[in-house]
């Protein structure tokens, strides 16, 4: 019981305060930080401290369980506001555009808004389709011969939080670095 409500307390908060501050790729990396910490503590532990070590499991979970809403969010978020179509300057008269112009913009609007929707569904159906594959891969990743310890099987899982941690930062960094490069009043990526 301790692990779901901790994991959607975890979420609930985060969210709340990534919505208000508006940026999400903090929050992952703490997440990440503290689950790679306690995984390394489980990894030096082996086969001693079984209560520690299950606090240590739950606490290593939650920050993971309890943001991936929130690596859904960041991405609808940049994808939805990614293809914003400027409004066409030539052949405008007054601020008036011709009805041909006026056609292709209506329909390169329209191509545009699709690939959004086309662009979020795939990144939701990564997103899911890659913890699924975890999940599967898990049932596999604590043989008996690694038992009680399981110091391989942690020494993945750490491995893999190392992998999860160094991706959002260097996601936030290539963010930062795109949207330095943008004029003020051009639209940037959230981060």
Not at 81 to 100: A, I, M, Q, Y
Not at 142 to 147: N, T, V
Request: hydrophobic share 45%; charged share 15%; no cysteine.
């Amino acid at each position: 019981v301790p692990h779901p409500v901790l994991a959607l307390t975890t979420l609930f908060v985060a969210a709340r305060i990534s919505d208000i501050k508006g940026v999400r790729s903090i929050y992952l990396i703490i997440g990440g930080s503290l689950s790679l910490a306690m995984f390394l503590a489980l990894t030096i532990m082996g086969e001693h401290g079984l209560w520690s070590k299950y606090v240590l499991l739950i606490l290593s979970s939650v920050p993971t369980d309890g943001l991936g809403p929130i690596i859904t969010a960041w991405g609808a978020t940049m994808n939805n506001r990614s293809t914003t179509v400027p409004f066409p300057s030539s052949n405008d008269t007054n601020g008036h555009l011709d009805e041909k112009d006026s056609q292709e913009y209506l329909i390169q609007l329209e191509e545009y808004r699709e690939a959004t929707k086309v662009r979020l569904a795939t990144f939701t159906a990564i997103m899911f389709m890659s913890s699924n594959i975890g999940g599967i891969v898990s049932g596999f990743g604590f043989p008996e011969w690694d038992a009680p310890g399981y110091r391989f099987s942690q020494g993945i899982n750490t491995s893999l939080m190392i992998v999860y941690t160094v991706l959002i930062i260097a996601v936030r960094i290539s963010i930062k670095r795109f949207n330095s490069r943008q004029p003020p009043s051009a639209w940037t990526y959230p981060i």
